[in-house]
């Protein structure tokens, strides 16, 4: 597998970036209700919806 240890750097980067911004748009549909599907009512800060997800 030599020929393939020159991709194992940015692979690694790309994997981070990607997960990344998975758990960021997550937690902003999550949280701030952006990128929520219009049927999700907006959280109320403190129920359990908004801690437990």
């Not at 960021?24 to 952006?34: E, R, S, Y």
């Amino acid at each position: 597998m030599k020929s393939l240890k020159h991709l194992a750097e940015p692979s690694y980067a790309a994997l981070r970036i990607v997960s990344g911004l998975l758990f960021a748009f997550h937690g902003a549909q999550k949280i701030l209700g952006i990128y929520a599907p219009p049927q999700m009512p907006p959280l109320v800060f403190g129920s359990q919806m908004w801690l437990g997800g």
